[in-house]
């Protein structure tokens, strides 16, 4: 068939020797134009690994090639470097740096006390000596004078001299001293108000090393990238094209080319015109550039760069929703765009779900990452949007970015995505963290790293009630708790945490916000932020400190004390449950009660460590159903105890205070329902109401607003815990203190009616308030205290609230058996080293019938008219303290009551 023209060859194409048809471009050749034309060898510093390129990439940092046509780049071997990209040669490691390993693109500094010629793979150990002896030394074996001065600076007090090369320009730094500091203009910036400055200081490991500060703008590029932006003769996709290969030396870009770049953007923007997908992804790809650069903003420059900055974050945006290209992902390797339509067909979230998947791989290039309706083990973000509860497709613009380079905050710090995931990598971070937190002496560090890809949403038109709710994966596994959670040497606890945040660019920094969700005992898991705005949002990992200066000793004094307490508990019921002539007074019964129900939660708080570990390593699991049965069981008996502790105050009441005219039937019935009964409620609320369970999309995640994180109790400084724990036990300090009070006024006016004297009584009252102070439970008072941030006074009130109420159990078993005569002449009587001395009393019967005598089986003592329990108000009133007898004849049928009616029963 006749032709009356030829066809081109496509791009990445050639017409074959005949002109018959096209062959691909082979490998390390390439052919960018699309009218045709022949393939051209990848110039030196370029490669192309497959056929049918369109245009050759750069090689990258680490790699070089001095061979034009070839299909990869050679990596650098040991002893060099490069750190920019499309190179022909790598460069020497320079004087006191090394490389260890191929294909670096930054030399490592040798360690203290070690030093290195140019282009080494390895450090050689200084001389040792004083200053001088070092220096005469290194002279005599002709070291350069920076070698030398290594040496010197690592005794401590200099910093050797140096030569800085970046995108600034080449700074010669000279020898400085500790606090000295040096201003040199930046290369490529006509006003002089643009310095470097170089600062000689001491680190936290009073290394000395030259602190580093920019107040440059320009580089090498910027002019030329400002050259595009006035250019009216070049298409968007001819200066797209430009762009890319002027910002890709990813080492060399710097801020001001942020702002060049942000300048081309708006010119290719300026009739609001369609952008071909080819545009775009040129666009994508310098600005990933830019994101891959470290722009080295000063500190006090953050809120200007972040203005740049933004700027560039929102054209991103124009780009994404003037891309001819709909409903279909845009990727580069930092960044990715979509813009949805809902009326586009072929939504990516039919159902108001989208979910974005990279495969599983060391590095996260955005090139790889997929778009759909479905998640799966691969999703690294899920986006929801919901009308009210339910979930609604709406158009909206998603860019995605690995790196927080354009979203500047002296705060934060960035996991490299190349950083391998594995446990040494959190230690470091882990161990950098603290050493901010311990450095600035603060319950949380200010510095933060940013632990996953940044999401910018624009949802168009949202309705009134929008809620948008997002799943995102955390770049670096921060692990369970056996690796995100460390103790300190001084017994503290430091734990890595997630937070949800959205970037204010008015202030330049990165603020919490929206609701986190998470498992702290597996963070890998993933993170909910539930939001109800558009922004740009990122997870945040900080750490914090648990148990602020509560040292290990402490905990070591808490164990020891609370394991006497139980053995004290246990003796207690050993010596009273046996002997019913003990066990049958009013008071004893109340007292074992107590007891019970303090060895109960004192032995499930020893017994926790057996089960269950912060590590989460435990028996029972953290935040597990286990771990929640157990919480609650704890949470119920420390406030039966606590009611007991009421009770007994309301007894030693109506016993020494108000004495006459009490009466309170079926006392012991009630008593038990109400000390037992009452806190039932809490622990089911405190769980069943505060624990939530949040989906978005596939992903279900359970907030415990009752469980602690490390531990199967409440969580601290939660509603939970304030509510229905402390507020109970406040209430309870509260009327005990008032009780303690009244019966500490009684005891100081009681009176001696035997032969002892003045310092003797002194001693018993003193005994008896000691006594009834610790019965109350009004140490717990001294815990209220414990959070005031004065450390000498909160250190104070911490060991004075673990002395008195660890050993809680201690002082019972010394009140109610050891100093207790009654019970200490049974057992006496008992075993036979006492004998037994009988006496009887005789109690009144009611409205005149005759009189019964009883005799009691309880041992008295012969000093018991010096009770110092006596109350001067009812002295002559024939009355006993601790009598098993029944007061009326009610109680003779079996009717008992407490106190008797009887106004000559006066006390226990």
């Not at 040096?182 to 602190?211: G, L």
């Amino acid at each position: 068939k006749e032709q009356t023209s030829c066809k081109s060859c496509g791009i990445g194409q050639e017409s074959n020797e005949n002109r018959t048809g096209c062959d691909e471009c082979g490998e390390g050749k390439y052919q960018s134009n699309a009218e045709g034309g022949a393939c051209q060898n990848c110039p030196e510093g370029q490669f192309t690994p497959g056929p049918t390129a369109s245009r050759c990439s750069l090689c990258p940092p680490g790699t070089y090639q001095n061979t034009e046509g070839q299909p990869s780049c050679e990596k650098c071997e040991v002893g060099h470097y490069q750190d920019q990209t499309g190179q022909k040669e790598c460069q020497q490691c320079r004087y006191n740096y090394y490389t260890d390993k191929i294909g670096q693109n930054l030399c490592k500094r040798c360690e203290k006390h070690t030093y290195s010629d140019l282009g080494q793979s390895s450090c050689q150990p200084c001389p040792k000596g004083s200053k001088e002896e070092v220096e005469q030394a290194m002279n005599d074996e002709n070291h350069p004078d920076s070698v030398k001065e290594k040496c010197l600076m690592d005794i401590g007090g200099e910093c050797a001299s140096t030569t800085i090369d970046n995108q600034y320009g080449s700074f010669e730094i000279p020898r400085l001293v500790e606090g000295e500091n040096i201003e040199i203009d930046c290369q490529y910036d006509d006003d002089p108000v643009y310095v470097a400055t170089f600062t000689c200081q001491r680190n936290v490991n009073q290394d000395m090393f030259v602190d580093e500060s920019y107040h440059c703008f320009k580089t090498e590029n910027t002019d030329n990238i400002s050259a595009l932006a006035n250019n009216t003769s070049m298409t968007d996709k001819e200066k797209s094209d430009q762009l890319v290969d002027l910002t890709s030396n990813t080492a060399r870009n710097g801020l001001g080319d942020v702002e060049a770049v942000s300048e081309v953007l708006d010119s290719m923007l300026v009739d609001d015109e369609e952008l071909t997908q080819d545009t775009t992804e040129n666009i994508l790809n310098s600005v990933s550039n830019l994101v891959q650069s470290d722009l080295k903003v000063a500190d006090d420059e953050v809120e200007t760069a972040s203005d740049i900055s933004d700027n560039i974050v929102t054209q991103v945006v124009d780009v994404a929703q003037n891309t001819e290209t709909k409903n279909t992902i845009i990727t580069s390797p930092n960044v990715a765009v979509i813009d949805v339509k809902k009326e586009a067909g072929d939504s990516p979230n039919p159902d108001g779900v989208m979910s974005f998947s990279l495969p599983p791989q060391d590095t996260k290039d955005l090139n790889d990452c997929k778009v759909s309706s479905t998640s799966d083990e691969n999703t690294i973000l899920l986006i929801e949007t919901k009308n009210k509860d339910q979930n609604e497709k709406m158009d909206m613009t998603v860019v995605l970015v690995t790196d927080a380079t354009l979203m500047p905050d002296t705060s934060i710090s960035v996991v490299p995505l190349d950083t391998k995931d594995d446990k040494s990598t959190v230690q470091n971070i882990l161990g950098d963290l603290q050493t901010e937190l311990y450095s600035n002496n603060k319950a949380e560090v200010e510095k933060q790293y940013v632990n996953s890809f940044i999401t910018e949403v624009q949802v168009q038109s949202p309705p009134d009630d929008f809620k948008l709710n997002l799943y995102m994966k955390p770049n670096i596994d921060i692990g369970d708790t056996s690796t995100s959670l460390n103790t300190t040497s001084d017994g503290k606890r430091v734990q890595m945490v997630y937070t949800c945040a959205k970037y204010d660019p008015k202030t330049a920094k990165w603020k919490k916000d929206c609701t986190t969700i998470y498992n702290q005992a597996k963070p890998s898991d993933g993170v909910l932020c539930l939001c109800t705005h558009n922004t740009s949002f990122a997870v945040l990992m900080s750490a914090y400190e648990i148990d602020r200066g509560y040292a290990e000793a402490q905990s070591y004094l808490t164990y020891v004390l609370l394991g006497l307490s139980t053995v004290g508990l246990l003796l207690t019921l050993i010596f009273l449950l046996p002997a019913k002539a003990l066990r049958s007074t009013r008071s004893a019964k109340i007292n074992i009660c107590f007891t019970i129900a303090l060895l109960l939660a004192s032995f499930m708080f020893l017994l926790q460590d057996a089960f269950i570990s912060p590590d989460d390593t435990g028996v029972i699991k953290l935040q597990s159903t286990g771990c929640a049965v157990y919480a609650m069981l704890q949470h119920y008996l420390w406030l039966v105890v606590f009611c007991w502790m009421v009770v007994e105050g309301f007894l030693m009441y109506l016993s020494l205070v108000q004495v006459f005219g009490s009466h309170i039937s079926k006392y012991m019935l009630k008593f038990n329902l109400a000390a037992w009964g009452i806190p039932i409620p809490f622990p089911f609320i405190g769980y069943f109401v505060f624990t939530k369970s949040y989906t978005v999309g596939s992903f279900t995640f359970t907030e415990h607003g009752y469980l602690a994180d490390t531990m199967c109790f409440l969580k601290p400084e939660s509603i939970p815990f304030y509510a229905l724990f402390l507020a109970p036990i406040v209430l309870v300090i509260v009327v005990n203190i008032v009780f303690f009070v009244m019966v500490a006024k009684v005891i100081k006016n009681s009176k001696s009616t035997g032969n002892i004297s003045d310092q003797e009584q002194i001693l018993r009252q003193l005994k008896a308030a000691v006594g009834v102070m610790v019965l109350l439970g009004t140490g717990w008072f001294f815990g209220i205290f414990m959070s005031f941030p004065a450390p000498g006074f909160q250190l104070g009130m911490q060991y004075l609230f673990i002395l008195l109420n660890s050993s809680q159990g201690i002082f019972v078993f010394l009140f109610y058996i050891v100093l207790n005569d009654q019970v200490k002449t049974h057992w006496l009587v008992k075993v036979g080293l006492q004998e037994e001395k009988r006496t009887t009393t005789s109690s009144s019967a009611a409205a005149g019938k005759s009189a019964a005598t009883k005799v009691t089986a309880v041992s008295t003592s012969a000093n018991q008219a010096d009770n110092i329990y006596e109350n001067a108000a009812v002295a002559n009133e024939d009355h006993t303290y601790a009598s098993a007898e029944y007061a009326t004849a009610g109680d003779k049928a079996g009717k008992h009551e407490f106190p008797a009616k009887s106004d000559n029963n006066a006390n226990i």
